[in-house]
């Protein structure tokens, strides 16, 4: 006993400073390497941080927009996140009108096709404009209604403040979108030309702090026959995974 006595004084007089010595300096790295990939992610969500030709920083690619990108890319193996090349032009948004979506407290059954934002207070809605969500005998959940025209909405849930992101007609359609944090966001877009025999992917990239966005856009026209005949149908197909169906 006499023995362990002296020999745990020893290790606590020699070795316990050296021991926290070694805690602080782990400690201090993980909040370097913390710091440092926050600092990283916040400047890939920023417009102005690319260039034209730069591609997306994110690493990895946000969850829904990495679903969009494997799921066109199946039909198409162009059509992949080194392909999608950035304008190099930020754009700095107008004043946003109002949004005509309706009251928020009403519309839950629509919460799991939102995007919300890392502290749950903002949202992204481009499906309840002119939709509704029933629930039939079955439990299922069905998405009623429909319009050629699509309102993309940011809303924040603190304010109650509704703005109108964008306002699509049926040759453009924002099919997916993911919070960065919870200043940036992006949306995935299929712009289809007017013979409707084309469509050219993009992605956008928000950013609240300063009210920017960019473009990314795919170095690829996607023919809409090809896509048709495979039966390419990415909204159906994101419904099915969250259970939801068309009614």
């Not at 021991?19 to 992610?41: F, G, V």
């Not at 407290?105 to 809605?125: R, Y």
């Not at 809303?155 to 703005?163: D, F």
């Not at 993911?178 to 992006?186: G, L, R, T």
Request: charged share 20%.
């Amino acid at each position: 006993m006499k023995k362990q006595g002296i020999f745990y004084r020893f290790l606590k007089t020699r070795w316990v400073p050296f021991i926290i010595l070694l805690a602080c300096i782990s400690e201090s790295c993980n909040r370097k390497d913390t710091s440092s990939a926050e600092e990283e992610l916040i400047s890939a969500g920023r417009p102005e941080s690319y260039q034209e030709n730069d591609t997306i920083a994110f690493d990895p690619l946000p969850e829904n927009l990495l679903l969009w990108i494997n799921y066109y890319q199946q039909f198409d193996t162009a059509f992949n996140r080194q392909n999608f090349k950035a304008s190099g032009v930020t754009v700095h948004l107008d004043s946003m009108e109002d949004a005509t979506t309706g009251d928020l407290s009403l519309m839950e059954n629509f919460f799991p096709l939102f995007s919300f934002s890392p502290d749950s207070s903002q949202i992204i809605d481009f499906w309840s404009y002119n939709q509704l969500i029933e629930i039939n005998k079955a439990g299922e959940h069905l998405v009623i209604g429909g319009d050629p025209d699509q309102e993309v909405v940011w809303i924040n849930k603190k304010t109650g403040v509704k703005k109108q992101l964008m306002y699509n007609g049926p040759l453009q359609i924002v099919e997916t979108a993911d919070w960065i944090n919870d200043q940036s966001f992006i949306l995935g877009l299929i712009n289809v030309d007017e013979t409707n025999t084309s469509w050219t992917p993009e992605i956008l990239l928000f950013n609240l702090t300063d009210s920017t966005f960019t473009n990314f856009r795919l170095q690829k026209n996607l023919p809409a026959d090809k896509l048709a005949l495979s039966g390419a149908d990415f909204t159906n197909f994101w419904l099915k995974r969250k259970n939801y169906k068309r009614g």
